[in-house]
T-cell receptor, first 116, second 117 residues
Framework: AQSVTQPDIHITVSEGASLELRCNYSYGATPYLFWYVQSPGQGLQLLLKYFSGDTLVQGIKGFEAEFKRSQSSFNLRKPSVHWSDAAEYFCAVGGPIYNQGGKLIFGQGTELSVKP | EAGVTQFPSHSVIEKGQTVTLRCDPISGHDNLYWYRRVMGKEIKFLLHFVKESKQDESGMPNNRFLAERTGGTYSTLKVQPAELEDSGVYFC???????????????FGNGTRLTVT
């Protein structure tokens, strides 16, 4: 079955500390992986995506993610968290565009709180 | 460019009533998607339009849900009659290319929070 697991429902980090949000996926074909962020009252914004090539991908707002096929993981990282990063983060997986047509499978989300 | 717009932002209705949600995609985007997040669970795919045609409606929960996209522009999602389990946040997304991959990611609206009491 196709699925995405985000083990941490809620994480709290101090401002300036490093961050890693975990994502594990189960997918029968080559996965196309995404991280989205939803700030309060806002829609989902794409942080970064991975299709192929270099397994370390850079995104917006200083985020990066590393694809590890052997671990079926696509963890999101940021070296130094800012208070404005407080939001909910979603990992998602999809298939090749001509097979899946944009149907993404999302994880349950990880809510990030930032302490001053 | 204007983003994906959804109306209303919030809706509170009683069980058995009808509610219609609207989504205006980004101009020129042929692909329009509806997703739903129920009770803090994962966001789930409902259906996909290409222009005015339903490409994939495999995620629609039951026949109380009716989605339309007349003229290939805006889309509506009607729930009739609404049940308690329909409460959640309904997201609309659009993309220029099918799949929202590569150079054409999915652009999401802010969502409509539906509460059925």
């Amino acid at each position: 079955a196709q699925s995405v697991t985000q083990p941490d429902i809620h994480i709290t980090v101090s401002e300036g500390a490093s961050l890693e949000l975990r994502c594990n996926y189960s997918y029968g074909a080559t996965p196309y992986l995404f991280w989205y962020v939803q700030s309060p009252g806002q829609g989902l914004q794409l942080l970064l995506k991975y299709f192929s090539g270099d397994t370390l991908v850079q995104g917006i707002k200083g985020f990066e993610a590393e694809f590890k096929r052997s671990q079926s993981s696509f963890n999101l990282r940021k070296p130094s968290v800012h208070w404005s990063d407080a939001a909910e983060y979603f990992c998602a997986v999809g298939g090749p565009i001509y097979n899946q047509g944009g149907k993404l499978i999302f994880g349950q989300g990880t809510e990030l709180s930032v302490k001053p | 460019e204007a983003g994906v717009t959804q109306f209303p932002s919030h809706s509170v209705i009683e069980k058995g009533q009808t509610v219609t949600l609207r989504c205006d995609p980004i101009s020129g985007h042929d692909n329009l998607y509806w997703y739903r997040r129920v009770m803090g669970k994962e966001i789930k795919f409902l259906l996909h339009f290409v222009k005015e045609s339903k490409q994939d409606e495999s995620g629609m929960p039951n026949n109380r849900f009716l989605a339309e996209r007349t003229g290939g522009t805006y889309s509506t999602l009607k729930v009739q009659p609404a049940e308690l389990e329909d409460s959640g946040v309904y997201f609309c997304a659009s993309s220029q290319d099918r799949g929202g991959s590569y150079n054409s990611p999915l652009h999401f609206g802010n969502g409509t929070r539906l509460t059925v009491t």
